[in-house]
């Protein structure tokens, strides 16, 4: 029973290991990065929103430190561009669109 | 095939598999293998696997109390209770080395599983870091711990579970401290991995503050409960020893503590990346520091029950670890530099750094209390013993300066605080500061330092509490009820009011320590059944021991009637004090009547003869509080853990 035991979980560490060089999925998706970066920039922003709406910061203050925000976001996503190389699907599409009809 | 060949043969398959993702993580990098990287993955998660079984053979021979395992005899007996299995699983140094594999392995399935994509380049340095973490415990193990290792000859007993175990407490107090010094790796695996990559900018910033606040929580609570176990099985009459094993539980507390606030300027002002780097290696390094008092270090501790004499090895992973950190903050200090500086005093980031620098203070200086007594055998051949008065008195103005921190901190603005909204924001706090502290010092005969310490108190409080009010009372204005108001600041900001919750639990904790230090009333005595003694409030008697004997134990109870000023009975309460022949250990439990306003605290510390005992007995004001500080711990970390539904992946 216990030997039984050990060569299943033996089985199911050498498939699940071997998986990967099997099925080779391609899927990336490029964009995710960016659109973190985004929705980061979004979350800083509503924290700034909600603290001068319930009057922790002042008007200038937050616009300050919204600029801050904008400041650095801007720049990690010009850092992403000059490091990765970003598929846009439009793009994608028409270079798929321009093979169709090559061939 | 036994059970214990079963787990060990398992523990062998998990050094193949770490050996296989750290190896597969490297070369997939080098020759740009996605399979490769895949696989690696995959081998990392087959640990959780392998481990879960393995660790699942070691209970299973306890709850067959299977004596052939050497581990199992020294941990357990046929008399032990079954609800203990689960301590005896850690009572040891084996076992719990399984048991700290067991949580690295599930930490690591956690992360890799979570892992957002701003972190997908670094993820293969972090498989090898968690993975080689790992292998260094499994190779411990297979090589010089062996949970199960065999006997030939099979006892027909065993030794039984250490006493000082045998405690509620013990089901949370030592797993939740071990889980929290080992997944210290966690944040650490996911800065080196960016550090790797050349990207240690903002991205990935959420994850690696969650992790840290997760690991931060476990090591908090695991702190508090130990504190709790200490003050009702001890009978040392006191919560917090200083005693070295403590120490090292706190310090990667501290600095962990002092990680999570300068990550928060990290990710909203671009700031403090070196020194949030700094922060995460110093606590990996006091995590390993920690293992290696706990297992077989020098220095001599009342409760390290994982003793072995391993120690060594982990000083030499210690020693290991702290080299690493250092070469690869040589090597990549000028790619982490920050977007901005500190650009004026009266600012939160000023806060923020004023708090950091107290707790690394702390840190040291409970660091250089641990080591003195090495360093001064060593060099000059003297024995130093550094007790508590040391660190209460070098520690307690530093941690007074910090709770102060805390009360101003909130009140700054990030970037810059104007004159008005300084005025504006500390008028009230400030005032109540004063008020409190002259009414103490007029009505309190203690020293002025506890007089200072509850009006700081004061002042932290009245700045949660204004803020909370004030912005609640903006929302309301827009027609929202009060108390919705208050629901929706809390939900919309959640981070940051889920942070003043835990400052609380903090308060509450504080408030504590304030009660038993300066508020205490002690009396030691020689009492015979039938005699009394007065206390406070309290006239408490003797009102009779009894002996019992028990297969494992000889067990001394002694039962006091409690009554108030005007004799009218409280109650009845008892202690008792075992004696454990194969331990050769005295177990001493205090009788505890507690309260929110005081706790009776009686320690039956030695039984004279059959009707005669002596006795410890005190008046501790707040104590109860500080229990009541852990739930209010745990709501706000969950609080402020709870996720936003905003991301894409």
């Known amino acids: ?103 | 095939m036994t059970i214990s060949s079963l787990g060990f043969t398992l523990l062998i398959l998990t050094m193949n598999l770490c050996v296989y993702s750290i190896l597969g993580s490297l070369i997939g990098i080098k020759i740009s293998s996605k399979a490769l990287l895949k696989s690696a993955k995959n081998a990392s998660y087959c640990n959780l696997i392998t481990l879960v079984f393995s660790a699942s053979c070691l209970v299973y021979a306890f709850i067959t109390r299977d004596f052939s395992i050497k581990y199992v005899f020294n941990h357990s007996s046929l008399s032990m209770d079954p609800i203990y299995t689960w301590v005896a699983m850690y009572a040891g140094n084996e076992g719990s080395l399984l048991y700290i594999a067991l949580v690295i392995s599930i930490s690591s399935f956690l992360t890799l599983f979570f892992i957002p994509s701003e972190l997908n380049e670094a993820e293969p340095y972090i498989i090898s870091i968690l993975s080689g973490f790992l292998l260094f415990f499994v190779t411990v193990m297979i090589f010089l711990a062996n949970p199960f290792d065999t006997f030939q000859n099979i006892p027909k007993d065993g030794r039984g579970i250490n006493p000082l175990l045998a405690h509620p407490g013990m089901f949370s107090h030592p797993p939740l401290l071990m889980a929290g010094l080992a997944t210290i790796v966690v944040p650490f695996s996911l800065i080196l991995g960016m550090i790797f990559t050349g990207k240690f900018r903002n991205d990935g910033l959420d994850y690696i503050r969650t992790t840290s606040l997760l690991v931060w929580s476990i090591l908090g609570i695991g702190l508090l409960l130990g504190s709790w176990w200490a003050y009702t099985i001890l009978g040392w009459g006191g919560y917090w020893a200083w005693d070295p094993i403590e120490n090292v539980g706190l310090m990667p507390w501290l600095i962990m503590t002092a990680f999570i606030h300068s990550i928060i300027v990290q990710r909203r002002r671009g700031m403090f990346r070196v020194w949030n780097v700094i922060l995460i290696f110093l606590a990996f390094v006091l995590a390993q520091f920690g293992m290696f008092i706990n297992r077989g270090g020098p220095v001599v501790s009342v409760h390290s029950f994982a003793a072995s004499t391993l120690g060594y090895i982990f000083l030499g992973f210690m020693l290991f670890s702290a080299l690493f950190c250092l070469i690869i903050f040589i090597l990549n200090n000028h790619k982490i530099k920050s977007d901005n500086n500190v650009k004026s005093f009266l600012s939160r980031e000023s806060a923020f750094l004023m708090n950091n620098f107290f707790l690394v203070a702390i840190t040291f200086v409970t660091l250089w209390g641990l080591i003195f007594p090495l360093i001064s055998e060593l060099f000059a051949n003297e024995t130093v013993t550094v007790g508590a008065p040391y660190y209460n008195s070098v520690n307690g103005p530093v941690l007074l300066a910090l709770l102060f921190v805390m009360g101003i901190g909130p009140n700054l603005s990030w970037r810059n605080t104007s004159k008005e909204n300084l005025i504006s924001n500390l008028l009230i706090p400030i005032s109540l500061l004063f008020v409190s502290f002259i009414l103490l010092l007029f009505f309190s005969a203690r020293p002025i330092i506890s007089s200072l310490s509850i009006s700081v108190i004061v002042l932290v409080l009245s700045t949660i509490l204004i803020e909370w009010i004030r912005a609640s009372y903006k929302l309301t204005k827009a027609g929202t009820p009060w108390h919705i108001s208050f629901i929706k600041l809390i939900i919309n900001n959640r981070k940051k009011y889920g942070g003043y919750i835990v400052h609380i639990s903090i308060l509450l904790v504080a408030i504590g320590v304030i009660g038993i230090n300066f508020y205490q009333i002690k009396v030691d005595k020689v009492l015979s059944v039938g005699e009394k003694i007065e206390i406070g409030n309290y006239k408490i008697e003797l009102i009779e021991i009894n002996e019992n004997e028990y297969n494992d134990r000889r067990e001394k109870i002694a039962t006091f009637l409690i009554k108030d000023n005007r004799n009218k009975v409280i109650t009845t309460m008892s202690g008792n004090n075992t004696f454990y022949p194969s331990f050769n250990m005295a177990s001493i439990r205090a009788a505890i009547n507690s309260n929110p306003i005081e706790d009776l605290y009686i320690i039956p510390s030695d039984f004279i003869n059959e009707s005669k005992m002596k006795l410890i007995v005190s008046i501790n004001p707040l104590v109860w509080w500080m229990w009541v500080g852990g739930p209010v711990f745990v709501l706000g970390t969950l609080i402020s853990l709870w996720p936003y539904k905003n991301r894409n992946d």
């Open chain 1, 1 to 103: 029973m216990l030997y039984l035991l050990i060569i299943l979980i033996l089985l199911a560490c050498i498939i699940y290991v071997v998986y990967p060089f099997i099925y080779q999925s391609e899927h990336i998706d490029q964009l995710l990065y960016e659109k973190n970066i985004k929705i980061r920039k979004k979350g800083l922003i509503s924290e700034l929103n909600n603290e001068l709406a319930s009057g922790i910061l002042s008007n200038d203050l937050y616009n300050q430190l919204k600029d801050d925000v904008d400041e650095m976001i801007d720049s990690e996503l010009k850092n992403l561009n000059k490091n990765i190389k970003i598929i846009d699907p439009i793009e994608k599409l028409i270079q798929l669109k321009k093979n169709e009809k090559n061939n």
